[in-house]
């Protein structure tokens, strides 16, 4: 009983200590922070494991000063004191390491490899528009406002980056990021009676961090350089969109025009057309350079 209480106690105490230490994120959709994670991918296999939108936090204080070390001992302390106490109570006992460091991914989607299989697919265009994309997605999450990337999303990603940047910013945090280079690669394709769907994944290099309204950094860092790898969906629909959408921001019904608004909330609206639309991000790796 004196062991699990001491288990549970520490185990508080690490949680506590890293709420208290790891702020936000930084890059678009909090994806970019200050550890280390992922590695090199078996492209082997057509398709990969669970998936989660978010993932490691952004580290960081006023000075941009190496907080991860910190990080590595606190972690280490508590480990071992768990496996100190374990030995106590039972000299066989083992203490089961984590797979904090690994992530794993899902397209969502068996994966073909023959691009010709997609109807006019011009793979360097292609390329170019999504390394486009990121760029202005970037700026868009500095600027606070994502209206201009409204046809760039699936509805329900457009409204889930939406909440995510207006929450943030009613924290009064402003989001900085410096592309030094951003390149992209076809990883597959699949379709659906409906839609063509793209795996693309991004590899791009990075300065990015949080200020307050005063300047202050809250996360992230003005000058360490970070290579970040995404998993990017997108979606074509194979027949025009239908003109009857619904709002990204309520979920009102509206016939999509020039200049269309919301009659509910008066968010402005944008018919996706027939291009190909950003539907999921996920992170595969990030590495300080």
Same mark, same amino acid.
């Given at each position: ?83 100190? #106490? *374990?030995?106590?109570?039972? =000299? ?7 797979? &904090? +460091?690994? !992530? %794993? ?98 590899? #791009? *290099?990075?300065?990015?961090? =949080? ?7 809250? &996360? +992230?860092? !003005? %000058? ?66």
């Amino acid at each position: 009983m004196k062991r699990y209480i001491l288990r549970v106690t520490l185990v508080l105490l690490i949680l506590g200590l890293l709420l208290c230490i790891l702020p936000g994120h930084a890059d678009f959709g909090d994806f970019s922070g200050g550890s280390d994670f992922g590695g090199g991918s078996d492209w082997g296999s057509s398709d990969w494991g669970s998936s989660s939108s978010d993932w490691d936090y952004s580290s960081s204080d006023s000075h941009d000063g190496p907080i991860d070390t910190v990080i590595t001992v606190i972690i280490t302390v508590v480990g071992v004191s768990i496996w100190i #106490a *374990e030995m106590v109570g039972k =000299n066989k006992s083992r203490v089961r390491s984590g797979s &904090s +460091g690994t !992530r %794993t991914y899902t397209w969502g989607f068996q994966l073909r490899k023959d691009m010709t299989g997609i109807p006019g697919y011009d793979i360097m265009a292609e390329r170019e528009a999504c390394c486009d994309l990121y760029r202005r997605m970037q700026d868009a999450w500095g600027a606070g406002d994502m209206t201009q990337l409204q046809a760039d999303f699936t509805p329900d990603a457009y409204a889930q980056y939406e909440r995510q940047l207006r929450e943030k910013t009613e924290r009064g945090e402003h989001a900085h990021c410096e592309v030094l280079d951003v390149s992209a690669v076809e990883r597959g394709w699949n379709e659906n009676d409906h839609e063509w769907m793209l795996a693309m994944e991004i590899t #791009a *290099e990075i300065r990015a961090w =949080n200020e307050n309204d005063a300047g202050k950094v809250l &996360s +992230g860092s !003005r %000058t360490a350089r970070k290579e970040m790898r995404y998993a990017w969906v997108l979606k074509k629909p194979k027949t025009e969109t239908a003109r009857l959408q619904h709002c990204p921001n309520c979920g009102c019904e509206v016939e999509i025009n020039a200049g269309a608004v919301c009659p509910m909330c008066g968010a402005p609206l944008t018919a996706p057309g027939a291009g190909w639309q950003l539907s999921s991000i996920q992170g595969m790796s990030q590495k300080t350079l």
